[in-house]
């Protein structure tokens, strides 16, 4: 099952630099997206979602665009931080269905 | 700030043996949800739970689990007899009115 991929299983960045991580997704039938950040033995943390009525959502120094056609979301992280490093998770779900799919997560790190 | 709040952290158990995992869910929220990452894997779905009842389940979910709502904060998952690829980090979450689901620190399984 590969409806949510993340194709870089990892990513460094400079501190104050922007970040950007990917997702592509193959179910046409997912409308709402999220963005999860996961430090090593915690729970994934709620970062910012983004409804398939948007192309953009905004969050203080995290934005996630939506390309419908494409079937592609991605975060910007601006500017990057050394607290930013994690492995951070896409997911998607159907509006009415409880069930979130995830993708395998990319991991970041912050070069200081 | 509200989180979901997950007991034990570590559950150690021979195979064949009763586990409960316990969760305390974010006071208002009326959503609830159990995932399990296998290590080196995704974040896998298994239960919704609304309104004291299974709202959805994956193929994962099958006669082994259940999942009850004791009291007014307890949220539970039983898995009646443990096999040793029930070994997983289990995450508990849930949701108010909107769609982001906020998830717990997870408790790690291992079935020996």
């Known amino acids: 099952d590969q409806q949510v991929k993340q194709n870089s299983p990892s990513l460094s960045v400079q501190e104050g630099r922007i970040s950007i991580l990917n997702c592509d997704y193959t179910?046409?039938?997912?409308?709402?997206f999220l963005w999860y950040k996961k430090y090593p033995a915690e729970g994934p943390t709620f970062l910012i979602s983004?409804?398939?009525?948007?192309d953009k959502n905004e969050d203080g120094r995290f934005t996630v665009f939506l390309n419908k056609s494409a079937k592609h979301l991605s975060l910007h992280i601006v500017p990057s931080q050394p607290g930013d490093s994690a492995v951070y998770f896409c997911?998607?779900?159907?509006?009415?269905?409880?069930?979130?799919?995830f993708g395998t997560g990319t991991r970041l790190t912050i070069i200081p | 700030e509200p989180e979901v709040t997950q007991t034990p952290s570590h559950q150690v158990t021979q195979m064949g043996q009763e586990v409960i995992l316990r969760c305390v869910p974010i006071?208002?929220?009326?959503?609830f949800y159990w995932y399990r990452q296998i290590l080196g894997q995704k974040v896998e779905f298994l239960v919704s739970?609304?309104?004291?009842?299974?709202?959805?389940k994956s193929e994962i979910f099958d006669d082994q689990f259940s999942v009850e709502r004791p009291d007014g904060s307890n949220f539970t998952l039983k898995i009646r007899s443990t096999k040793l690829e029930d070994s997983a980090m289990y995450f508990c979450?849930?949701?108010?009115?909107?769609?982001?689901?906020?998830f717990g620190p997870g408790t790690r399984l291992t079935v020996t």
């Open positions: 979450a849930s949701r108010g009115q909107h769609y982001e689901q906020y």
């Open positions: 179910n046409s039938m997912f409308d709402y």
């Open positions: 983004i409804s398939s009525i948007k």
């Open positions: 997911a998607a779900s159907v509006y009415g269905n409880e069930k979130l799919t």
């Open positions: 006071s208002n929220h009326l959503y």
């Open positions: 739970f609304y309104n004291n009842e299974i709202s959805e």
